[in-house]
């Protein structure tokens, strides 16, 4: 039977060693963040929008990866109170599946938590490689919770998520800022080409590409 191979006991410390790492990583993220957001608003200071505007995507990351080892943390820590009813039962208990399915789902993707490859090596071990599997690539009724899911998920922000977030950075360090312009050019960032180009290469290419549009234009009007 798989349970017999499960060592409880190494399992509860992979899991304890995790949410330890995970608070040592959330107070240097955090750190990271501030520092960030500090470099946003001054950013935003000097009218710097659209540096302003790439950067805020690395504390967007930074924020939904916090948000995730917090839902982590919570897991890790019920799985321990819940060992001796895991061990008891031969299936996975109903009211366990999130979290033992989304601490596996996150091993993979939480490079920065080894230990949580060794907790999905434990659940390996007590329920198989296909209750895992299913996990780890999000099979229909897997379990995994659809919020650590989406906290961490690649997925860029929106432009008026950036938005939001520079204006209450922007609020938070006493910055005057008028998000307004920042909006347009963000659903539109094509345009910025209209503030003329920065290097010669650029000069060239655009000089090239409007030459070979006249030169379709005067086809175009010779044509029959």
């Not at 432009?159 to 008028?178: C, F, M, Q, R, Y």
């Amino acid at each position: 039977m798989l349970h017999k191979s499960f060592k409880p006991a190494k399992c509860k410390t992979a899991l304890k060693l995790a949410a330890s790492r995970i608070k040592l990583l959330k107070n240097k993220r955090d750190a990271q963040v501030k520092q960030l957001k500090r470099e946003l608003a001054q950013l935003l200071e000097t009218g710097q929008d659209q540096t302003a505007r790439i950067r805020v995507e690395h504390v967007v990351r930074e924020e939904k990866t916090m948000a995730a080892y917090d839902l982590i943390e919570i897991y890790c820590e019920l799985i321990v109170a819940r060992l001796p009813i895991i061990e008891s039962q031969k299936n996975c208990p109903i009211d366990l599946k999130e979290a033992i399915a989304s601490v596996i789902f996150a091993s993979p993707r939480c490079a920065d938590i080894p230990e949580l490859m060794d907790v999905r090596k434990h659940f390996t071990a007590k329920y198989g490689k296909e209750f895992v599997s299913a996990s780890v690539e999000l099979r229909p009724d897997c379990g995994v919770s659809r919020l650590l899911v989406e906290k961490l998920s690649a997925k860029s922000p929106d432009g008026p998520t950036k938005i939001k977030i520079l204006s209450a950075i922007a609020e938070e360090h006493n910055v005057k800022w008028d998000p307004t312009s920042f909006g347009e050019k963000d659903m539109k960032p094509h345009e910025d080409l209209l503030n003329g180009p920065n290097t010669f290469e650029q000069a060239s290419k655009m000089h090239v590409e409007a030459a070979n549009v006249q030169e379709r234009q005067i086809v175009l009007t010779k044509a029959p």
